[in-house]
């Protein structure tokens, strides 16, 4: 079986940013770009906890899906199955620099929020309890201050 794009990256130099993972272009001519929001380093710095990553996802999700700006062009976000970051899809053939402020945006909405995390009811979700708002908040604001603030291109493009 071939190896899918993503597993061809070099995760032992990647780093934390945000970049194109892959874009697709569907039957009716749109094109889909596919983010790498990637929040630590592979293999180097501990993973996210699912918890922490569980209530990011709720809160991420409704936050980019309510921006007037960017709301018709979300088609999904959700965590890695590594536990290393989240994708972020998006209609439209964008580059990273196109989403930064975006991103940033959510992480800081997703740093300071306090509340009860939207749909996290029985009802609502299929693990409703299984959810860290601390530590989402927690990992949201160590990714805006040490690595959005610092933004540098090595974190924009995957390693060659």
Request: net charge negative; aromatic share 8%.
């Amino acid at each position: 079986m071939e190896k899918i794009a993503s597993f061809t990256i070099d995760h032992e130099r990647l780093l934390r940013g945000i970049y194109v993972s892959r874009r697709d272009l569907t039957p009716s001519g749109d094109v889909i770009t596919t983010f790498d929001i990637r929040m630590t380093e592979p293999n180097r710095q501990p993973a996210l906890t699912p918890r922490s990553l569980h209530a990011m996802e709720h809160l991420a999700a409704t936050y980019l899906r309510n921006r007037p700006d960017w709301r018709d062009r979300v088609v999904y976000w959700g965590p890695m199955g590594c536990c290393t970051g989240n994708y972020l899809l998006m209609q439209g053939d964008l580059e990273p620099s196109d989403i930064l402020a975006l991103i940033r945006d959510t992480m800081e909405f997703v740093a300071g929020y306090e509340g009860d995390i939207p749909g996290a009811s029985a009802r609502d979700c299929g693990n409703y309890t299984f959810m860290d708002l601390d530590a989402a908040r927690q990992d949201a604001r160590r990714y805006v201050d040490e690595v959005l603030d610092r933004i540098t291109p090595d974190n924009l493009t995957y390693p060659q």
